[in-house]
């Protein structure tokens, strides 16, 4: 059911690129945004299903990181709307602000060209959670009480960790200082809390791994953790914009109870049911909305997902290959500059490569463009010194006798020297390109799609099998690039190179 | 004729050559040499421009070489190194004619000219499209002597042609190199540390030490009239080594040159 969304997806991508200018009398075009916890991805889906019945070009770009990720995309004009919580908004987004009521709220969002739907029916709020027998057996029953054993193992979510109202507002208020928390993937601390090798998480009471897993949600006995409503904020333009389409996700205004929601978040992460599916359902029951999608088979998934991989790929490492095989070979020429080419590439390495597509955003934006930017920087080093080595250790003796041949330089560069290097520069590239296939799965986290998203998904929804559709074809792609390079070498190394003998009289 | 003026050229810090002068003559063989580290193979870099000197001036048939005309100069020499200095992925007829194509000699004159040297260097044309490390080191010195005739130089410039290779092959290519060098009437500087190799090429010989030359002339003069105890000692150690070696016959072939 999703072929027709993800055919308009790629439509609108490439009206996008090819033809802004032939928007003139288009459909209402909304684009939303959702983080990267199941919940979030549902409630997005069902408003892009709400937008796309009224006839809106409807793009849905999930697995985008975390809050502060969707935030500035909304501020960026990158997306239209996003699912977020009032608590988040207050505590945490505009924590700077004084925000005592929602009206203040409405307020501090108009300023920025922002509004803010009504609470779609549900709160989320944050708590912390225990394995029920292990609460029971500790006498655990409030927060409070954790402070009598400080041997627990905590594991919690980056996100809460760094939250004011999260986990510093907590220790302070429950005197928890003893504790050293460890930071960790939300559906990860699940398992390792059913394993038994952390004892506290933090959770949202509409987790279904709560009653899946029998967590004990501890009682907030001082009353840390705010009243977390479930809204939509967009861009205020948009009443303008596409008012057809915000019409109709507003329908979900005080559409989805507790009950609703957590039956919702079962479905996708217990049961395993497409969200797209689970959405649908909804509709179908609460609107009678009528599910006119049909989903996207395997093969046109994965050669979607395979043509916005290579498009990653090729271009980042094709821009990566101009620029760097010059830089190479000035470093190769010229020591004491390329010690400056080099450490400024390898600096550019050591940034984790989730900073990296993170800092390009406020440049790029999201999409392709930011992680196409972020491959080509982790690109570049890797040509650059192999090819500044295979400049570098050209024998004096062969460097001589192209000078006293009478070649001019750039008759010694291209006969001699690229040709005398060129098995260290495609070995340079083929690293290159191996490197950047695995990291352009990244790139699903901000929204430039690639095998990435069915990885990130599955990690999330805890379904093997949606790992390996994008892992499979990832480590494929890798052999398959290696295997291009190397019949390229074997092509392009001139023979004479390649012979290891050396006969003698 | 290459003239050197007052030429001194240091390698961080360390002097090279020290205010050296003198005058090679047009179409004969000049044998360069001395020691290791006393600046012969400085000279032949200086000659074909690898490196510029410090100070002085190198003249070329009276033109002095600079950065400008060393370009130009250059395709008027040619020059063969110890290894050969054989482009590893270019076989040995593109090394040959690297530069011919370069300047644009029809296919049919490259052609020509190298059957010309391989029967000249007696190099057998069947090789021609084996790479550098499919070749005998005999065979290797040969190309590098092919690809610095191809463009038929006034100058040809050897540094320790015969050097990588084995006492045999040696010999023989000693004998086949000097008949071509009189049947070219070439201006020929060659590079040694060998006595008798200098002796047996050699027109003259200018002996260098501590980039000085300490004496020039021809092999008898050095033996008979050395000019320093340096020389004397250089020519009895070098003696006394081809005595040992029991290779009589060639130190008479060189006091008979």
């Known amino acids: 059911m999703k072929h027709v969304r993800e055919r308009l997806l790629l439509a609108a991508i490439l009206a996008m690129i090819a033809a802004s200018s032939l928007a003139e009398g288009a459909p209402e075009e909304v684009r939303i945004g959702s983080k990267k916890f199941t919940e979030s991805v549902i409630l997005a889906d069902l ?28 501020l960026a004009n990158e997306i239209d709307i996003y699912p977020e919580y009032t608590g988040t908004l207050k505590q945490e987004i505009l924590a700077n602000e004084d ?44 927060i409070s009480d954790l402070a ?48 038994g090798s952390i004892d506290v998480i933090d959770l949202y009471t509409t987790d279904p791994e709560v009653s899946y897993y029998g967590v004990e949600t501890l009682a907030d006995d001082r009353h840390q953790f705010a009243d977390n409503q479930a809204v939509l904020i967009y861009r205020a333009d948009l009443e303008r914009r596409a008012p057809k389409a915000l019409r109709a996700v507003l329908r979900l205004e005080g559409a989805i109870d507790d009950r609703s929601m957590i ?52 271009l980042s490492l094709g821009a990566a290959i101009v620029v760097a095989l010059p830089l190479g070979i000035i470093a190769g020429k010229r ?68 000078i006293a041949l009478g070649l001019t330089p750039m008759q010694r560069l291209r006969l001699i020297e690229l040709p005398l290097a060129s098995p260290a520069i495609l070995a340079g590239m083929k690293t290159a390109a191996v490197i950047n296939v695995g990291t352009a799965t990244l790139g699903a986290l901000i929204g430039a799609g690639g095998y990435g998203q069915p990885i990130f998904a599955g990690v999330r929804l805890d379904n093997f099998n949606l790992i390996l559709e994008g892992a499979v074809p990832a480590a494929l792609l890798a052999l398959v690039v290696q295997g291009l390079f190397e019949l390229a070498e074997r092509r392009l190394v001139p023979r004479g190179l390649r012979l290891k003998t050396n006969a003698s009289i | 004729m290459i003239r050197f003026e007052c030429v001194s050229k240091s390698y961080g810090g360390s002097v090279v050559i020290d205010n050296l002068t003198v005058t090679i003559r047009q179409n004969q063989t000049t044998a360069l040499i001395g020691p290791s580290g006393s600046g012969k ?26 950065s400008r005309s060393a370009f130009r100069l250059r395709r008027r020499m040619g020059y063969v190194i110890q290894d050969g200095g054989l482009f590893p992925h270019l076989n040995a007829r593109q090394n040959i004619d690297l530069m011919a194509k370069e300047v644009g000699w029809p296919l049919k004159r490259r052609r020509e000219r190298v059957d010309e040297l391989c029967a000249l260097t007696r190099f057998p044309p069947s090789a021609l499209d084996r790479f550098p490390m499919e070749l005998s080191g005999g065979q290797r010195q040969r190309v590098s002597l092919m690809r ?65 030359i300490v004496q020039q002339g021809q092999f008898r003069d050095l033996v008979e009239r050395p000019g320093e105890p340096f020389v004397a000692r250089f020519v009895h150690a070098q003696l006394s080594r081809l005595a040992a070696m029991n290779d009589q016959a060639l130190v008479a072939q060189a006091r008979q040159g």
Do not use: C
């Not at chain 1, 009206?103 to 709160?123: I, Q």
């Not at chain 1, 999608?293 to 050669?303: C, K, P, V």
């Not at chain 1, 400024?344 to 934006?365: D, E, K, R």
């Open chain 1, 47 to 74: 408003a892009a299903r709400l937008a796309t019945s009224t006839g809106a070009v409807v793009v849905h770009r999930q697995e985008l990181g975390g809050t502060r990720l969707l935030w500035d995309s909304l």
């Open chain 2, 148 to 212: 610095a005739l191809m463009l038929d130089p006034d100058i040809l410039l050897l540094d320790e042609p015969l050097g990588a290779l084995d006492p045999m092959i040696r010999a023989e290519l000693q004998g086949e190199l000097k008949s071509i060098f009189r049947d070219l009437t070439k201006t020929v500087v060659l590079v040694t540390h060998d006595l008798g190799e200098a002796a047996f090429f050699g027109d003259a010989i200018v002996l260098l030490h501590e980039g000085r």
């Open chain 1, 148 to 195: 009598r054993h400080p041997a627990l193992r905590f594991g919690l979510s980056d996100e809460f960790l760094s939250r004011q109202d999260g986990w510093p507002a907590i220790r302070l208020a429950y005197g928890l200082n003893a504790v050293n928390p460890r930071g960790m993937d939300h559906d990860i601390a699940y398992k390792g809390l059913a394993d």
């Open chain 2, 41 to 66: 193979s400085t000279l032949l870099e200086l000659i074909i421009g690898l490196e510029p000197p410090d100070k002085g001036a190198i003249l070329i048939d009276a033109e002095p070489l600079t």
């Open chain 1, 99 to 142: 925000i005592v009521d929602d009206a203040s709220l409405h307020r501090a969002l108009a300023t920025r060209n922002l509004s803010m739907s009504r609470p779609l029916g549900f709160g989320d709020s944050y708590a912390l959670g225990m394995m029920r027998q292990t609460a029971k057996r500790l006498g655990i029953e409030n």
């Open chain 1, 335 to 402: 020591p004491t500059l390329g010690h400056a080419i080099l450490a400024i590439a390898s600096v550019l390495q050591t940034i984790p490569s989730l900073a990296l597509l993170v800092f390009m955003i406020p440049i790029f934006g999201i999409g392709a463009a930011p992680a196409i930017a972020a491959l080509f920087l982790y690109s570049l080093l890797p040509i650059i010194r192999n090819t500044a080595s295979g400049f570098a250790n050209i024998p004096p003796s062969l460097r001589n006798s192209a």
């Open chain 1, 263 to 314: 039956g919702m978040n079962n479905a996708a992460k217990i049961d395993r049911r497409p969200e797209t599916q689970v959405a649908a359902a909804f509709l179908a029951t609460s609107f009678g909305l009528a599910n006119v999608e049909r989903d996207e088979g395997l093969t046109s998934r994965l050669a979607r997902r395979t043509m916005e991989h290579l498009r990653l790929t090729l």
